[in-house]
């Protein structure tokens, strides 16, 4: 059997605790424990997810290319280009968001739908630093045609990549203060996540934030591409007020842009990063710890922890240290005599959206936006 590679030897300045989804493109997940070892989650330890490797860039290294283009077009008055060193002279603002792919969790789907294994991993929380796209339209003094409702995004295509074009609707990006990014974590950004420059969109899931970005087009619809249709959609029924249509498990989905809808902003969730699963603590003072985030459209409110498979639930504690596109980081102290233990924790925000106590409800066939409660076996000594 040929021997897996670790996660340094496919990117760079990697973990080697990060898993290893695919070597090509490359995919590696973090792990609960390093989620849990660090505030803000290092270059080190982030997730990777690409569709589309562009060559030579599989590194945490900045990825210097001086005179960058990204080009703006479509449903503008004025199309232009600006260049990676004008946009480092626009004025910079810095943005803490939980980047996550919308398949995290897509291996506790049942059954298991096909795509990258994630289980919890593929999430971190980075601060970015950039050029808000409302700050370069206003210096470069374009107006937008009000027949713009989305916005299509290109990654670089250099060294002969295949296109990754993606879609977001205009509202979301003025709402999720949309950026040029430039940097990440009080450095330039790092290759492998996108520099020199990439889309960021607080709030979203994963995919809307492209990477080596090169162009950047007002639409009047959604691009047709295949990473927009059928890939990154949910099923929904249109005019309906549900977050995921309910299919039945295992079931093929015809999917089109008018009967589902794309991985726009990330659903509220909440993990438990201590302890860890399967772990032995001492008692009887134990502090069950974790986080959990929401799009930032309205605030998270509570945060519960049940330890009798959720027939009761005690309220955490909260911090808002991140703002409110980053993780709320919580602690719930309890007493707990020696034995065995199963802790279950729920988020819920300020207009009542939470998480499903079976999360296969929103079982889809492509196994997106998985956020039903988590459960950590931990024995007390
Ligand atoms: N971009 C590009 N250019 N390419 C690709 O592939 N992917 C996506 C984003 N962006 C891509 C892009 C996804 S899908 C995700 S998640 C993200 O990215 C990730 O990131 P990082 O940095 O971590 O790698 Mo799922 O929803």
Redesign the pocket.
Known sequence: AQQQPTADQVVRGKNPKLVVLSPRPVVLESTLELLGSERITSKAN???????DLPGLNTTEPNVQPGWEVEFSGLIDKPFKVTVEELSRLPQTEVTTV?Q???NGRSFFNPRPSGNPWTYG?VGQVTWRGVLLKTLLEAKGVNLDPKARFITMN?STQGGAAP?EKSFPISVMEYSSAMLALGMNGEPLPA???GPVRLVAAGT???A????IAKVEFTASESSGNEQVPR?RVPVLPGVNIPILPTQPGSRYNYTLENSRS?WMANINSFILSPLPGASVRGRRVDIRGVAWNDGLAPIETIEVSLNGGTTWRKALIERDNGKYGWYHWVSPQLLAPGEYEAMVRATDAVGRTQPLNGNVWWNERGYEWNGIMRVKFTVT
């Open positions: 982030l997730f990777v997810r690409n569709n589309i980047l792919c919308s398949g593929g990654a990754y492998v996540h996108g899931f994963g995919t934030n492209v990477k080596w990154y991985n």
